[in-house]
Every structure is written in structure tokens, then in C-alpha cells.
């Protein structure tokens, strides 16, 4: 049974789509596969360059070490020599001396009895009475060989294998590093970095994360520590940035081989606070706040709603001078001139101050620890879907709020009019030295 042209067409059409999404897909994993080729190649070049000139160095430095060694041992022969060899010069010297006095002494001795008692009477009057005066019987002493020095060597040979086994288990050529990124979470002006180790074998004691924006050459060290997830923040959004993060062994001094770099970018706008409120300055990313002024006691806000649901809104105390009260909350609504207290009416988000919580304008009986410097706090908030009802009034939206600090949360529900797509958030310090950094 023929199919009608209609139907024949439509499915010959269907086949061409369907062998160019196929040619499509296939055409992703050649590119796939090039990549891969490529960083094994490129990877096992460059291993190479690090194993010449590694051991090239090495060579030069045991070479040069060797040689100052040989410099120092001839050196103390010479010291050895030059010491020991000076009494002997000293001894021969006074030999010499006493054989030449020896010799003249003879010389004149025998001319004096050649002349005979009567002519030379004088002349062996005068050698009796010089022979006398030289001590004829005085011998300076000369040391046995046994008690002067034998130079010589003591070179140990096993040097030899002692070194040989050491260069033998010296370094090591492994197929992938022993850490690698597990995970890149965006987050408003900031990147979440998660890593794990991939080699069993590899006890870590450090790590050392670092990155850069791929229009960069240069990478910068971000964090070194135990931990195995580290923020990024001062992120630029919809900007692509490098991660690579390596490890250091227990006891050892040397980092491992970096990750395989990933890229990241965050999509979220940066949440940032609002200039020219008085009584606070901002830094220069306007992500953190300084309470300067204890005169005024407005509330600082968000420049924008940049806060959605399903997020983490996290404050940090970068500093603190004393403890004194602060309150942190957000807000669908944004007020010039809210006070301090208004963070705590009820159409503010549930507010934590110090430890206190207030929940629609009233205060819970939850309470978590005072917060100090360094301290951070986070709000998690999702949507809670209620049941229908005939009119959109009389809290008909909730929202489920978290607030944690310092391992302990409390968790309650927000209820609202209306709905709402995103919010602002503020803060209040009474009294100036606080600061507060915002993601």
C-alpha cells in the first residue's frame, strides 16, 4: 500500500530533521572528542617540559652541590696540612742551624789541632773555650710517624645506593590530579566552588583554589585551607570565569597538579546596597555596609528587589566594635524613611535582631546566638502553595522562611496578601563600627 504524497512528504521531512539533529549531536561529540584529545596531548607535553626541566635542575644543583662539597673537604687538607706541617719546618730549621754551627765548629776544631801545642796554642785555647759554650749534647726532638699526622679520605660508598634509591622513587607521573572540581553554583556576585578528591590513595592536608576571568592570563589565589567548598564573590555577572583548585599532602610541603580548569559565570544580579543613606558608607562594590554615624537611625535597603525565592540571602559581619543591637530583615516594600523599628512591623519579612526573631510584626520565642564579628546569617525562603479559596485576600500567599546562625535555625511561615516575585532587604545598626557584607 503506497502512502499518499502528502503523508510521504511530511515523513521525508521528519527523516531530514531527525538526521540533522543526529548530525548535530554527532558533530558535539567529534568536538567532545577533540577536547579530550587535545588535553591529553597538550597535558602530556607539557609534563614532559616539567619532567626535563625538573630533572635537568637537579642535575645542575647535585652537580654544583657536589662540587662545593669537594671545595670544602680539600680545603681542610689544606688547614690540616698547613697546621700540622709547621712544627716540623720549625724542627728542621733549628737542625739546620745546629748542623752548619756543627760543621764550623769541625772545620775550625781540626785546623786548630793541625797547628800543634806550641804555634797554636792560642788557637786551641780559643776552639776549647767556643766548643764549650755550644751544647754539643743537646738534641731537639724529633716525633715518630706514628704521632704526626696521616692525612686520608673516609668516602662511603653506599652514598651511591642511598641516592640511587631515592632517585629511583623520585616523583611520580599520574593520569589525572587528585582533586578535581565537583560543582560550580552560581550565586548574586559570587560563585559557589565545590571540589572533592578522586584519588583514594591521597590524604589531603590543604587545599589552594584559584581563579581567574578568562580574559585573563593570570590566575590569584582565592582560598587555602581544609575546607572542600568556598564562596567566590566580587563576581561580575554573565561573565565567564576559571576555577582550579590542587591539594597538598599530609606532611608534605608541595602542592599537587592543578584541576582540570572549569568555567563558570553567574547569571544573578549582584545584591547590592543603596547609596547616600545616612549614617552608612559602602565599599566600592556596594555589597558591604559601614555603620559611621550614631545620629540617624533610618534603615539601610537594597538598591533593588534582587531578592527571589528558592535563593540563600546571606549577611556576614565583616567587623563589629561592640555588641550592640542590630536588626536584619527584607521587605516586598521599600521606604525612604523607615525606621529601625519598622523592620519588625508586618509587612516586613520575619526580621532577625541580635537573637530575637519577630515573625508578622511579633516576636517568636525562638531564639538564636547573638551575632558577633565574623558571625554569618542566612534567610532561605520558599513558596508554600495553599489551598483555593473565592478571593485573593486575607493572607492568601505564604512563604516558608529559615533564618541560621552559627549551626542553629529557626523556620516558620510568612503570610502575605499577595504574591511576591522578589524582595527588598535592609538593615539597621544603632550604634557605628558594624559592617555588613551582603550575597
Known amino acids: 500500500m503506497e502512502l499518499e504524497p502528502e503523508l510521504l512528504l511530511q515523513e521525508a521531512r521528519?527523516?531530514?530533521?531527525?538526521?540533522?539533529?543526529?548530525?548535530?549531536?554527532?558533530?558535539?561529540?567529534?568536538?567532545?572528542?577533540?577536547?579530550?584529545?587535545?588535553?591529553?596531548?597538550?597535558?602530556?607535553?607539557?609534563?614532559?617540559?616539567?619532567?626535563?626541566?625538573?630533572?635537568?635542575?637537579?642535575?645542575?644543583?647535585?652537580?654544583?652541590?657536589?662540587?662545593?662539597?669537594?671545595?670544602?673537604?680539600?680545603?681542610?687538607?689544606?688547614?690540616?696540612?698547613?697546621?700540622?706541617i709547621k712544627p716540623l719546618d720549625d724542627c728542621q730549621k733549628l737542625i739546620e742551624h745546629g748542623v752548619n754551627t756543627a760543621e764550623d765548629l769541625v772545620q775550625e776544631g781540626e785546623l786548630a789541632i793541625r797547628g800543634g801545642i806550641g804555634e797554636q796554642n792560642e788557637k786551641l785555647w780559643s776552639f776549647t773555650k767556643k766548643a764549650s759554650h755550644i751544647q754539643l749534647d743537646s738534641l731537639p726532638e724529633v716525633p715518630l710517624l706514628v704521632d704526626v699526622p696521616c692525612l686520608s679520605a673516609q668516602l662511603d660508598d653506599s652514598i651511591l645506593n642511598i641516592v640511587k634509591d631515592h632517585i629511583f622513587k623520585h616523583g611520580t607521573v599520574a593520569s589525572r590530579p587528585p582533586v578535581q572540581i565537583e560543582e560550580l553554583i552560581e550565586k548574586p556576585g559570587g560563585i559557589i566552588v565545590r571540589w572533592c578528591k578522586v584519588d583514594d590513595d591521597f590524604t589531603a592536608q590543604d587545599y589552594r583554589l584559584q581563579f581567574r576571568k578568562c580574559s585573563s592570563n593570570h590566575f590569584e589565589d582565592v582560598?587555602?585551607?581544609?575546607?572542600?567548598?568556598?564562596?567566590?564573590?566580587?563576581?561580575?555577572?554573565?561573565?565567564?570565569?576559571?576555577?582550579?583548585?590542587?591539594?597538598?599532602?599530609?606532611?608534605?610541603?608541595?602542592?599537587?597538579?592543578?584541576?582540570?580548569?572549569?568555567?563558570?559565570?553567574?547569571?544573578?544580579?549582584?545584591?547590592?546596597?543603596?547609596?547616600?543613606?545616612?549614617?552608612?558608607?559602602?565599599?566600592?562594590?556596594?555589597?558591604?555596609?559601614?555603620?559611621?554615624?550614631?545620629?540617624?537611625?533610618g534603615v539601610l535597603y537594597s538598591s533593588a528587589p534582587t531578592y527571589f525565592c528558592g535563593q540563600t540571602l546571606t549577611f556576614r559581619q565583616v567587623d563589629v566594635k561592640r555588641s550592640d543591637a542590630q536588626t536584619l530583615g527584607s521587605s516586598g516594600k521599600y521606604s525612604e524613611h523607615a525606621g529601625a523599628s519598622d523592620l519588625k512591623s508586618p509587612e516586613f519579612m520575619p526580621s532577625f535582631l541580635g537573637s530575637a526573631v519577630f515573625v508578622n510584626g511579633k516576636e517568636m520565642t525562638n531564639q538564636l546566638p547573638a551575632v558577633t564579628s565574623g558571625s554569618t546569617v542566612t534567610f532561605?525562603?520558599?513558596?508554600?502553595?495553599?489551598?483555593?479559596?473565592?478571593?485573593?485576600?486575607?493572607?492568601?500567599?505564604?512563604?516558608?522562611?529559615?533564618?541560621?546562625?552559627?549551626?542553629?535555625?529557626?523556620?516558620?511561615?510568612?503570610?502575605?496578601?499577595?504574591?511576591?516575585?522578589?524582595?527588598?532587604?535592609?538593615?539597621?545598626?544603632?550604634?557605628?563600627?558594624?559592617?555588613?557584607?551582603?550575597?
Open 380 to 439: 532561605d525562603i520558599e513558596a508554600v502553595t495553599l489551598g483555593s479559596t473565592n478571593n485573593n485576600e486575607g493572607g492568601n500567599f505564604k512563604l516558608r522562611v529559615t533564618i541560621s546562625s552559627n549551626n542553629r535555625e529557626v523556620v516558620f511561615d510568612w503570610l502575605l496578601d499577595q504574591s511576591c516575585g522578589s524582595l527588598y532587604f535592609g538593615c539597621s545598626f544603632f550604634y557605628p563600627g558594624w559592617k555588613v557584607l551582603v550575597f
Open 223 to 297: 582560598y587555602v585551607g581544609s575546607e572542600t567548598e568556598f564562596i567566590v564573590l566580587h563576581i561580575d555577572p554573565h561573565v565567564d570565569y576559571q576555577f582550579r583548585v590542587c591539594a597538598r599532602g599530609d606532611g608534605r610541603q608541595e602542592w599537587s597538579p592543578w584541576s582540570v580548569p572549569q568555567i563558570g559565570h553567574s547569571t544573578l544580579v549582584p545584591h547590592e546596597w543603596t547609596a547616600g543613606f545616612e549614617g552608612y558608607s559602602l565599599s566600592s562594590r556596594r555589597n558591604i555596609a559601614l555603620r559611621n554615624d550614631a545620629e540617624s537611625s
Open 14 to 84: 521528519e527523516s531530514v530533521e531527525a538526521a540533522q539533529s543526529y548530525r548535530r549531536e554527532l558533530s558535539q561529540r567529534l568536538q567532545g572528542l577533540r577536547e579530550a584529545r587535545r588535553q591529553i596531548k597538550e597535558s602530556a607535553s607539557q609534563t614532559r617540559d616539567v619532567l626535563k626541566q625538573h630533572f635537568n635542575d637537579l642535575k645542575g644543583t647535585l652537580a654544583k652541590l657536589l662540587d662545593e662539597r669537594l671545595v670544602t673537604l680539600l680545603q681542610e687538607v689544606d688547614t690540616i696540612e698547613q697546621e700540622t
